[in-house]
């Protein structure tokens, strides 16, 4: 690997027809010196050298998966540890599977030496996870965050991706401080699993964000007509976020902060969808009354929508939970979809002419996103997997 192991546009996953091994390995090595502080001198026991597989293990396995296990670490040779005390590799993985556990998958009957269970979970989730399964015959993998995920996962194909993109977006989530290693004394909150915490959001997190309004906000004023127009942002005064106790050190509080000085001259940025006047936002269903301590899950009604019932119609299968979400992403346990990723969609709609743009913003209504159940339209309402 004369570029490096990291994925990037001038280096991108190498179609070979079988795991990229020697880099799938360079990934999960730097998971590892990480993991372990950097503190362990070499050499390290690779996991063929630790479990010494037998020949009747060996001949159930892909030669380049056999290549992998050849070259990804377990442990330093001269520091050896009981393997439930060593550090996880990473915030979801523990470490690679035993051989004698690698094909103790839901699916063994359905598809036998097919799945390859590859990495454990840390128990970040009280012992209801999986951890990475591997296809041997596809040369694809996904982390399974769920027991009950499993078999549809397999069957259909849904979140499984080359090996190498799986371990680069955890080294891409180290490198935004998503996940980082723990202090010396960490507190009770964000839950750690050592080495690593996993922090609900960061600096990036929030400058991605505001970098997609300012862009969404951008394409629709371009195409407004010229009017005189009033700024209908609602979080100019910041006393407003003060008002109605929204906890600080958070991401919405972070997001609409940097929002506040922003001149917004219309309502509608999506079909049917607004920003709220500020008696609306201020009007609060859920803060103060919501049963968590957990000041990142208290929800807040960020944008509006005219409410319109009774029209006689039912409501499209896309006005579910599933509207703008990834799925089952095989990167990690993580359900919810970042904000800036539904702005940029949003965006590009507006860009490729999809919404109608008036002197209010965009002029189609709510019943526009039932396009997301018809058979032309529905990937403009989808994202694509990530983490």
């Not at 906000?217 to 407004?224: G, H, M, S, T």
Request: with cysteine.
């Amino acid at each position: 690997m004369s570029m490096g192991p990291r994925i990037t546009p001038s280096n991108p996953v190498r179609k070979l027809g079988r795991m990229d091994y020697e880099r799938c390995a360079a990934l999960h090595n730097e998971l590892y010196h990480l993991s372990w502080r950097g503190s362990c001198p070499s050499p390290h026991i690779t996991w063929w050298e630790y479990f010494s597989p037998s020949q009747k293990i060996a001949e159930t396995l892909d030669p380049s998966l056999i290549e992998f296990l050849k070259l990804a670490y377990v442990e330093p040779k001269d520091n050896p540890k009981d393997p439930m005390e060593r550090p996880a590799l990473f915030y979801w993985i523990h470490s690679l599977i035993p051989p004698d556990a690698f094909f103790e998958t839901l699916v063994e009957e359905l598809y036998p030496g097919r799945f390859l269970w590859l990495y454990c979970t840390t128990g970040y989730n009280m012992g209801d996870e999986r951890g990475i399964l591997y296809d041997q015959e596809e040369s694809l993998a996904a982390f399974i965050g769920h027991i009950f995920e499993e078999s549809p996962m397999c069957i259909h194909g849904w979140g499984f991706k080359p090996l190498e993109v799986i371990l680069d977006a955890y080294l891409d989530m180290i490198d935004e401080a998503k996940v980082t290693l723990m202090c010396p004394n960490p507190p009770d909150w964000p839950a750690v699993m050592k080495p690593w915490v996993l922090h609900p959001y960061t600096k990036s997190d929030v400058d991605k964000a505001l970098s997609a309004m300012q862009k969404l906000l951008d394409a629709i004023q371009a195409r407004q007509p010229v009017h005189q127009a009033t700024n209908y942002n609602p979080w100019s005064d910041l006393d407003l976020l003060t008002s109605i106790n929204l906890p600080p050190k958070t991401f919405i509080h972070d997001f609409l902060t940097g929002l506040s000085p922003q001149r917004i001259p219309f309502r509608y940025i999506a079909p049917g969808i607004r920003l709220p006047t500020v008696s609306e936002f201020a009007a609060q269903p859920y803060l103060g009354s919501y049963p968590t301590n957990d000041p990142t899950k208290l929800p807040l009604l960020l944008f509006y929508t005219d409410n319109k019932k009774g029209l006689g119609q039912s409501h499209p299968e896309g006005d579910d939970k599933s509207l703008y979400q990834s799925g089952l992403n095989g990167f990690g346990d993580r359900g919810m979809v970042q904000l800036d990723k539904v702005l940029l969609r949003w965006a590009q709609m507006v860009e490729d002419g999809e919404w109608e743009i008036g002197k209010d913003g965009v002029v189609d209504k709510i019943e526009r996103f039932k396009d997301a159940d018809t058979e032309m339209h529905w990937y403009k309402y989808c994202l694509p997997p990530s983490w």
